[in-house]
C-alpha cells in the first residue's frame, strides 16, 4: 500500500469506509433487482421505467443536495443521502404496489445498476481532494475506486450466494426480498458513519451562487454533457439489465451471476490501480481515452459470442479496462475547477451522468421485452460511449491539470 493510503487521515478512512459499504450494497441490489421486480409481476417495460424514474429522481436529488453541500455542509447531505438510501430500501421490500414503488424510487436513493447514485461521490470526492495532495489526488482516487470495485464484487458474489440458500426454503422473491432488505440496513449503517465525518472536510470558502459554481462554468458544461453521453450508453447495460441478460440467453442462475460479476468487478478495482500509474505518464486524458475505447469494443463483441464461456471472457475483458478511466476522469473534473467549487462541480458533472444512464433503461426495458432484441442494446451502448471517447480527446487534449502543466515545464 502505498504512502498517499497510508497517511490519509481519520477523515479520509472514514470516506473510504463508506464508499465500501454503500457499493457493497449497491452490487448486491444489483444483480438481484430486475430479478425480484419481475418476480413481483411487472414486465419489462414496466421495469425498464422504473429503473428510468428511479434515476432520473436519483439525479434531482444528487443536484439538490450536491450543489449546497459546499454552503450548508458536507456532512449533513451525506447523511440526508443515507436516510433516503435507508428508507426506498424499505418500501421496495415492504410494497409490491408498482406507484409506491414508482414514489420510492424517484424520491429515494437506489441503485439499478452497482455503480454510484445519488449524492455521495460529488461530495465524498470534494472532501478527499481537500485533504491530499494534488500529486497525490489521481492515486488516492484510484484506490477509492479500488474499494468501490471490490464492495461491488463482494455485495454481488454475497446476494447470489444467499438468494442461492434461501431458494432451497423459500420462494425466489422473498430471496430477492432478503437483500432488498439489507440494502435498506446498509443505508442506516452509512448514515451512523457519516456523523463520524468531521468539519476538516468541510468547504473553507463556498461560493455564495445558486449551484456552486463561478468561474469554471464553461468547463464543467462541457464535461457534463459529454458525461452524460457516455452514461446515456452505458445505460442500455446497467449492471441490473446485463445480468439479466444471461439469465435469458444462457440461463445462468442468480448464484452464479453474483459469482461471474464478482469477478468482473475484482478486475475493474485492480485496473483502477494501473490508471494511476498511467495518468502519471501520459496524462489524465489521454488515460481516460485510450482505456476506454478497446473496453467499448469487448463490450460490442459480448452478445456476438456464441457459448456463455466466450459471452463471460468478453465480458471479463471488458471489466478488466472498463474502469481505468474512473479515478482518472473523477480526478480530472477536480483539477480543473476551483476548490471551493469542487463538490457542486462533481455534482453537476455526476447529475450529469446520472440523467444520461436514466433516460436509457425505459429504452432498454423495451428491447428486453422483444426476445430477438435482447443483445441490441449491448450495439448502442458501445457505440454511444465510442463517440464520446472521441469527442472528449477533441475537446480536453489541451487542458491539462496543474500538476501535468508543472510537470511539462
Not at 421486480?37 to 444528487?62: K, M, P, Q
Not at 500509474?277 to 456464441?306: C, D, E, K, Q
Not at 467549487?341 to 455526476?350: P, V
Amino acid at each position: 500500500m502505498t504512502s498517499a493510503i497510508r497517511n490519509l487521515t481519520r477523515d479520509g478512512r472514514l470516506l473510504f469506509a463508506t464508499r465500501f459499504l454503500r457499493l457493497f450494497a449497491y452490487g448486491g441490489l444489483s444483480v438481484v433487482l430486475v430479478l425480484y421486480l419481475v418476480a413481483l409481476g411487472f414486465t419489462a417495460s414496466e421495469v425498464g421505467l422504473l429503473l428510468t424514474a428511479t434515476l432520473l429522481g436519483d439525479t434531482l436529488i444528487s443536484l439538490g443536495l450536491t450543489t449546497q453541500a459546499d454552503r450548508i455542509g458536507r456532512r449533513r447531505m451525506l447523511i440526508a443521502g443515507a436516510v433516503l438510501m435507508a428508507a426506498a430500501g424499505v418500501v421496495f421490500g415492504v410494497t409490491a404496489s408498482y406507484w409506491l414503488l414508482l414514489a420510492a424510487g424517484t424520491i429515494g436513493v437506489i441503485s439499478p445498476s452497482g455503480q454510484e447514485v445519488g449524492p455521495f461521490l460529488p461530495i465524498e470526492q470534494a472532501a478527499l481532494s481537500q485533504v491530499v495532495e494534488n500529486r497525490a489526488r489521481t492515486e488516492v482516487f484510484a484506490w477509492y475506486t479500488l474499494a468501490g470495485s471490490l464492495a461491488t464484487a463482494l455485495g454481488a458474489l454475497s446476494a447470489g450466494w444467499l438468494t442461492g440458500r434461501l431458494q432451497a426454503s423459500e420462494a425466489p422473491v422473498d430471496s430477492y426480498r432478503a437483500v432488498v432488505f439489507a440494502y435498506a440496513a446498509a443505508g442506516l449503517a452509512l448514515a451512523v458513519l457519516f456523523l463520524q465525518v468531521t468539519p476538516a472536510s468541510e468547504a473553507q470558502a463556498a461560493p455564495a451562487t445558486r449551484f456552486g459554481v463561478t468561474r469554471s462554468w464553461g468547463v464543467v458544461l462541457k464535461l457534463a454533457s459529454l458525461f452524460a453521453l457516455d452514461s446515456f450508453g452505458g445505460g442500455f447495460v446497467v449492471q441490473s439489465f446485463a445480468a439479466y441478460w444471461f439469465y435469458l440467453r444462457f440461463g445462468v442462475d442468480p448464484q452464479t451471476l453474483g459469482t461471474l460479476f464478482f469477478g468482473a468487478n475484482v478486475l475493474a478495482g485492480i485496473s483502477a490501480l494501473l490508471a494511476s500509474r498511467l495518468a502519471s505518464r501520459i496524462g489524465l486524458v489521454n488515460t481516460m481515452v485510450f482505456t476506454h475505447l478497446p473496453s467499448n469494443v469487448l463490450l460490442i463483441l459480448i452478445p456476438l459470442m456464441p457459448t456463455l464461456p466466450l459471452a463471460t471472457l468478453m465480458l471479463l475483458a471488458r471489466f478488466s479496462i472498463s474502469q481505468m478511466d474512473v479515478p482518472t476522469r473523477q480526478s480530472y473534473v477536480m483539477a480543473v475547477v476551483d476548490p471551493a467549487e469542487r463538490s457542486a462541480a462533481s455534482g453537476i458533472t455526476g447529475v450529469a451522468r446520472t440523467t444520461g444512464a436514466a433516460l436509457s433503461p425505459f429504452f432498454a426495458g423495451l428491447l428486453f421485452a422483444r426476445p430477438a432484441l435482447i443483445s441490441v442494446p449491448f450495439f448502442i451502448a458501445g457505440s454511444l460511449k465510442i463517440a464520446y471517447d472521441l469527442l472528449l480527446f477533441r475537446a480536453f487534449r489541451a487542458l491539462r491539470a496543474p500538476e501535468e502543466e508543472r510537470d511539462a515545464r
